[in-house]
C-alpha cells in the first residue's frame, strides 16, 4: 500500500487496468453480442431498466461479477450501508441511506426522526398560520439542485405555495428570485452543509435587506436555515427553532434526503417528501439484496464502464422523455460528474483509465431537434439513458402516444441504423442520376451499433422520482468502487473556491494581485477597484 494511504481501506486498491479481473472483463466486452437481439430487463423498486441494446452476454454477466469481487464490493456495499468510512479522504461515513430508511439506523435514529418530525411539525405550522404564500429558497449545488428537481418535476400544474430559487452569484439571479413578491409573505430559506459557501451568503443578506426595506419589524422571523453547521446560522441571526440540521456524513449532493426537502414539503406537502423517500429505501433494498445479476444499480454502472472504458465513449447523453425532468440533467451531471471526476485512486496515484464521462442531455422531444443528429450520424456519438413514464398524467392520451413513439423509434434508429447499401433503392426512386442517387444516400446513412438504456417509470410520482435517484446513486457509487477512486469528495471545487476568494479582494483592492498567469492578472486590473 503506498505510504500515507488511509490504513482503512481493507485491501490495497490495485490499479485496475493491470488487474486480470479487468482485462477479462474487457476481453468479454468486446466479444459480447450488441446487436441488442435480446431482451433484457431488470425490474427495480418499481423501476424497469432495459438493457436489451448494450453489450450482454453470459460471459460478460460472469465477468462483470468476478471484477466486482476482485475489487472487494460487497465490503464496500455493506460499509456505505452500515455507516462505516466511506469517504477516506474526509475520514466520515456517506450514509444518505440512512436518512429515508422507515427505520434508521440505531446509532443516528434518533436525530434522523427527531429532524424529520421538527420539518413536518414545521410545515403543518405555516399550513395552520397561512403566513405566507412565497417562499424564496436560497441554496446552490446539492442544497439546490434537488429540491428544485422535485418541486418542479411534481409541482408542475401547481404548487402550495410559489417557490423560487436562487442559486447564482450573478446579482440578475437573486433580482429575479425576490422581485414582484410581497415581503410580508414571503419566506426566505437558507440552504447551506457548511453555512460559508459564498453565494448562498451573499444571497441571504441581499434577501434580508430586502426584507428590512420593505418595513418587516424583525425579518429574522422570515428566515429559515438548513445546515450541517447549525452554529454558523445561529451567529447570522437565525433564530434556532428555525435552524432545521442535517449532518456531515451527508454530502451535499446526497442530501435531498435530509431536511434539505424542506422546500419539497413547503411546495407539495409532507406527503411528497415522504414518497420520495419511501421510492429512494425501495431502491436501497433492491440494491442491498438483488442478486448482482438482476440488481438495476449494478448492472447500469457495469454497462457504463463497459461503454466508457472498452468501447471508448467519452461521454453519456441523458433524454428524458417526460418535459416534468426539465432539471434531471443538471441534477446528474453534479452527481456524476463531481463524484466520479477524480484522477487519482484511493491509494493516490494515478488512474489507470478514464474515470467518470461528460454527462449532457435534455428532455426529449427537444433533444431530437438540438443534438441528436450528432448522436445518430457524428463519428464519435455516445451511450443514451432514455427515461420515460409508462402512464402520463394530463388529459392528452394522444400526446403521450406519441412521445412514447419518439421515445422508441429514437433508440432503435440509434441500434439499428441504416446503411447506405439500403439506402441506395430508396433515393434511386426520386433520383433519376443513380450517381447522385449512390452520394446522397451515402449522406442519409446512419451507422447504428449505438447503445443505450431505457429506464420506464409507472408515472412520474413522489415514489418513482426517489427510486430514480437512488438508481443512479447506487451506480456512480458502484462505478467508483470498480475505478477505485472515491466518489464523496470534491477537492477540485475546494480549490477553485480558495482562488475566488483570494480574487475577490484583489478586486475591491483589499489585497495586491500577485503570482497569477498573464490573462488573469490583466482581467483582475481591469475590474479592480470598480464599484
Known amino acids: 500500500?503506498?505510504?500515507?494511504?488511509?490504513?482503512?481501506?481493507?485491501?490495497?486498491?490495485?490499479?485496475?487496468?493491470?488487474?486480470?479481473?479487468?482485462?477479462?472483463?474487457?476481453?468479454?466486452?468486446?466479444?459480447?453480442?450488441?446487436?441488442?437481439?435480446?431482451?433484457?430487463?431488470?425490474?427495480?423498486?418499481?423501476?424497469?431498466?432495459?438493457?436489451?441494446?448494450?453489450?450482454?452476454?453470459?460471459?460478460?454477466?460472469?465477468?462483470?461479477?468476478?471484477?466486482?469481487?476482485?475489487?472487494?464490493?460487497?465490503?464496500?456495499?455493506?460499509?456505505?450501508?452500515?455507516?462505516?468510512?466511506?469517504?477516506?479522504?474526509?475520514?466520515?461515513?456517506?450514509?444518505?441511506?440512512?436518512?429515508?430508511?422507515?427505520?434508521?439506523?440505531?446509532?443516528?435514529?434518533?436525530?434522523?426522526?427527531?429532524?424529520?418530525?421538527?420539518?413536518?411539525?414545521?410545515?403543518?405550522?405555516?399550513?395552520?398560520?397561512?403566513?405566507?404564500?412565497?417562499?424564496?429558497?436560497?441554496?446552490i449545488g446539492g442544497s439546490d439542485w434537488g429540491p428544485k428537481l422535485v418541486v418542479s418535476a411534481l409541482g408542475y400544474a401547481g404548487t402550495r405555495r410559489q417557490l423560487r430559487f436562487v442559486s447564482n452569484i450573478d446579482?440578475?439571479?437573486?433580482?429575479?428570485?425576490?422581485?414582484?413578491?410581497?415581503?410580508?409573505?414571503?419566506?426566505?430559506?437558507?440552504?447551506?452543509?457548511?453555512?460559508?459557501?459564498?453565494?448562498?451568503?451573499?444571497?441571504?443578506q441581499c434577501a434580508l435587506q430586502w426584507l428590512r426595506e420593505a418595513g418587516i419589524a424583525d425579518p429574522w422571523s422570515h428566515v429559515v436555515a438548513v445546515t450541517a453547521n447549525p452554529e454558523a446560522a445561529q451567529r447570522m441571526g437565525v433564530a434556532p427553532d428555525r435552524i432545521f440540521t442535517f449532518w456531515d456524513w451527508a454530502g451535499g449532493r446526497y442530501s435531498v434526503w435530509s431536511a434539505i426537502g424542506l422546500p419539497i414539503a413547503l411546495a407539495l406537502g409532507a406527503e411528497a417528501l415522504d414518497g420520495l423517500l419511501q421510492g429512494a429505501a425501495a431502491m436501497d433494498e433492491h440494491f442491498a439484496q438483488a442478486p448482482l445479476?438482476?440488481?438495476?444499480?449494478?448492472?447500469?454502472?457495469?454497462?457504463?464502464?463497459?461503454?466508457?472504458?472498452?468501447?471508448?465513449?467519452?461521454?453519456?447523453?441523458?433524454?428524458?422523455?417526460?418535459?416534468?425532468?426539465?432539471?434531471?440533467?443538471?441534477?446528474?451531471?453534479?452527481?456524476e460528474m463531481e463524484s466520479l471526476g477524480k484522477s487519482v485512486d484511493l491509494e493516490g496515484r494515478p488512474v489507470t483509465l478514464p474515470t467518470g464521462p461528460i454527462v449532457w442531455?435534455?428532455?426529449?422531444t427537444d433533444g431530437q431537434h438540438t443534438f441528436f443528429q450528432w448522436l445518430h450520424q457524428g463519428p464519435e456519438g455516445a451511450p443514451v439513458d432514455f427515461i420515460i413514464c409508462r402512464e402520463a398524467d394530463h388529459p392528452y392520451p394522444e400526446h403521450h402516444r406519441l412521445l412514447v413513439a419518439n421515445c422508441l423509434a429514437q433508440r432503435e434508429a440509434l441500434l439499428r441504423g441504416k446503411p447506405a447499401s439500403a439506402l441506395e433503392a430508396e433515393v434511386?426512386?426520386?433520383?433519376?442520376?443513380?450517381?447522385?442517387?449512390?452520394?446522397l444516400a451515402r449522406h442519409k446513412a446512419h451507422p447504428g451499433g449505438r447503445p443505450s438504456s431505457l429506464i420506464v417509470l409507472p408515472r412520474l410520482t413522489a415514489h418513482a422520482m426517489g427510486a430514480l435517484l437512488a438508481l443512479y446513486e447506487h451506480k456512480v457509487f458502484v462505478q467508483g468502487v470498480v475505478?477505485?477512486?472515491?466518489?464523496?469528495?470534491?477537492?477540485?471545487?475546494?480549490?477553485?473556491?480558495?482562488?475566488?476568494?483570494?480574487?475577490?479582494?484583489?478586486?475591491?483592492?483589499?489585497?495586491?494581485?500577485?503570482?497569477?498567469?498573464?490573462?488573469?492578472?490583466?482581467?483582475?486590473?481591469?475590474?479592480?477597484?470598480?464599484?
Open 483 to 531: 475505478w477505485g477512486i472515491n466518489p464523496f469528495d470534491q477537492w477540485g471545487v475546494e480549490y477553485g473556491k480558495v482562488l475566488a476568494t483570494g480574487i475577490a479582494k484583489e478586486l475591491s483592492g483589499d489585497a495586491a494581485g500577485e503570482g497569477h498567469d498573464p490573462s488573469t492578472a490583466y482581467w483582475v486590473g481591469q475590474w479592480r477597484g470598480r464599484k
Open 1 to 139: 500500500m503506498m505510504e500515507g494511504a488511509p490504513t482503512y481501506l481493507p485491501n490495497p486498491v490495485e490499479p485496475l487496468a493491470g488487474t486480470a479481473a479487468w482485462q477479462a472483463f474487457a476481453e468479454a466486452a468486446r466479444r459480447a453480442d450488441r446487436s441488442g437481439g435480446t431482451l433484457r430487463v431488470l425490474e427495480a423498486a418499481g423501476l424497469s431498466v432495459d438493457l436489451s441494446t448494450q453489450a450482454q452476454s453470459p460471459e460478460l454477466l460472469a465477468a462483470g461479477s468476478a471484477l466486482l469481487a476482485a475489487r472487494d464490493f460487497d465490503a464496500c456495499r455493506e460499509r456505505l450501508l452500515e455507516g462505516g468510512i466511506a469517504n477516506c479522504t474526509e475520514n466520515r461515513a456517506a450514509w444518505h441511506t440512512a436518512l429515508r430508511a422507515e427505520e434508521p439506523p440505531g446509532r443516528v435514529a434518533g436525530r434522523i426522526v427527531a429532524e424529520r418530525d421538527r420539518v413536518r411539525a414545521f410545515v403543518r405550522h405555516l399550513d395552520a398560520e397561512g403566513r405566507f404564500h412565497s417562499v424564496v429558497h436560497i441554496g
Open 171 to 204: 446579482g440578475h439571479a437573486i433580482e429575479a428570485g425576490l422581485i414582484g413578491l410581497d415581503p410580508q409573505h414571503t419566506l426566505v430559506v437558507v440552504s447551506s452543509k457548511s453555512f460559508t459557501t459564498t453565494e448562498t451568503m451573499h444571497n441571504a
Open 428 to 439: 434511386a426512386a426520386k433520383e433519376s442520376d443513380p450517381a447522385r442517387a449512390a452520394w
Open 293 to 335: 445479476e438482476h440488481n438495476a444499480p449494478v448492472q447500469l454502472a457495469l454497462t457504463g464502464l463497459a461503454n466508457r472504458n472498452v468501447f471508448g465513449y467519452p461521454s453519456v447523453n441523458i433524454a428524458p422523455y417526460d418535459a416534468r425532468l426539465l432539471h434531471l440533467v443538471s441534477y446528474l451531471q453534479q452527481l
Open 361 to 364: 442531455g435534455m428532455p426529449g
